[in-house]
Every structure is written in structure tokens, then in C-alpha cells.
């Protein structure tokens, strides 16, 4: 089955500077990768995804990259700013189902 | 329009004791999820019910847990004899189909405290 991996579990960023979160999956036929990003006591919501065929999307302030030969993704987040400390999960196809990465805790400081 | 609703929004019970959660999915949604998500952690997927096909119950920690999802819409999600570990909070999420790349719509959460 698929085994999405993110790293890092806990990141800390200055405001204004970039924050960067990583996956990897193992399954080559994965063809969609959102993230989401919980804030503390809320719901999950959709932030970014990306198909797989693209390397690149871009919202904003925020951007996704897969590279599908070496099977990992990432998000980035520029410019940070307070209100975009949360916790944020990856996650992959598992045949029609998602598999959630562990999460990543960003805080940004002031 | 409205989007996913749970119910009730906490619950704390004894353990032993029986509990029901409900979730209410975006109308029109086909695709029904249940997760789990314990205190710092990530989702743990529990079931996944698409149209009427057969549930996927492959997530279910163990036989107290059960769910059923009543015309294509409402799911309840029981947990029979809860234990002190049961304790967490209970995502749903619906999507408009069953494919893998159609968006996750999350619930509230329902947040169960087992004592």
C-alpha cells in the first residue's frame, strides 16, 4: 500500500522567510497530491494539489513540486506570516482512497 | 451552501459505554470518509463508503467499531464498549465521487473523550 512520508515533523520559521515541507510516496501510479492545512481546533482544508502531470503549481504565496522519478513533492510557502502557522499534511492516491502524511507543525515567529 | 457537518461536536463518555457519532456530507456527495486523529497525530483513515457499493472497513482498529451510511447520505459511526485509547477526534470528509483526485471536504470533527 502506499506509505506517504513528510518531513519535517515540526518546522519554525522566522516571519517573512520560507518554509519548505517534503513527501515521498511509493507508489508510481500516484497521479494527484494535495495538502492541507489544519489550523488548531479546525478542519482539515485544501490548500493546493497538484496532478501529476505538472511539476509545478503555484497560488499566491504558496507553490507545489513533484518530481515523479523520484517520487517526492513538496510545499512551499513564502513570504510567511503569522496566520499561516498550522499544521499541514501531504497526502497520495492509495488505489481511491488518500494517504495522509504525518503532518508538519509550522510555527511562524514574530 | 453547507458543508460538512458532524454531530455532536464533543462527546465524554465512561468507558464501556456505547457511542454514535453522525455526519451529515455535502449533498450530492457521493464518496463518504471516517478518520481518526489522536491528539498530535495525523489521520488514520477508519472507512470509505462510495455510492452503494460495498463499504471499505479495511481502517477499523478493531469489531467495536462499525458505521453505516443510510441512503446515500447521513453516516453514523459507532463505537461499542469504548476504551480510554478510543479517545480522539473523528473526521469526516466527503467528495463529490469516489476517484482519488476529487477534493476532500472535512467535517468539524467530533471530539471524544473517553474517561
Known amino acids: 500500500g502506499e506509505n506517504v512520508e513528510q518531513h519535517p515533523s515540526t518546522l519554525s520559521v522566522q516571519e517573512g522567510d520560507s518554509a519548505v515541507i517534503k513527501c515521498t510516496y511509493s507508489?508510481?501510479?500516484?497521479?494527484?497530491f494535495p495538502w492541507y492545512k489544519q489550523e488548531l481546533g479546525k478542519r482539515p482544508q485544501l490548500i493546493i494539489d497538484?496532478?501529476?502531470?505538472?511539476g509545478e503549481k503555484k497560488d499566491q504565496r504558496i507553490a507545489v513540486t513533484l518530481n515523479k522519478t523520484a517520487k517526492h513533492f513538496s510545499l512551499h510557502i513564502t513570504e510567511t506570516q503569522p496566520e499561516d502557522s498550522a499544521v499541514y499534511f501531504c497526502?497520495?492516491?492509495?488505489?481511491?482512497?488518500?494517504?495522509f502524511g504525518a503532518g508538519t507543525t509550522v510555527t511562524v515567529r514574530a | 451552501g453547507a458543508g460538512v457537518s458532524q454531530s455532536p461536536s464533543n462527546k465524554v463518555t465512561e468507558k464501556g459505554k456505547d457511542v454514535e457519532l453522525r455526519c451529515d456530507p455535502i449533498?450530492?456527495?457521493?464518496?463518504l470518509y471516517w478518520y481518526r486523529q489522536s491528539l498530535g497525530q495525523g489521520l488514520e483513515f477508519l472507512i470509505y463508503?462510495?455510492?452503494?457499493?460495498?463499504?471499505?472497513k479495511s481502517g477499523l482498529p478493531s469489531d467495536r467499531f462499525s458505521a453505516e451510511r443510510t441512503g446515500g447520505s447521513v453516516s453514523t459511526l459507532t463505537i461499542q464498549r469504548t476504551q480510554q485509547e478510543d479517545s480522539a477526534v473523528y473526521l469526516c470528509?466527503?467528495?463529490?465521487?469516489?476517484?482519488?483526485?476529487?477534493?476532500?471536504?472535512f467535517g468539524p470533527g467530533t471530539r471524544l473523550t473517553v474517561l
Open positions: 470528509a466527503s467528495s463529490l465521487t469516489g476517484a482519488s483526485y476529487t477534493q476532500q471536504f
Open positions: 507508489d508510481s501510479a500516484s497521479n494527484y
Open positions: 497538484i496532478r501529476s502531470n505538472v
Open positions: 497526502a497520495a492516491p492509495l488505489n481511491y482512497k488518500l494517504s
Open positions: 449533498s450530492g456527495h457521493t464518496a
Open positions: 463508503f462510495q455510492g452503494n457499493s460495498a463499504p471499505d
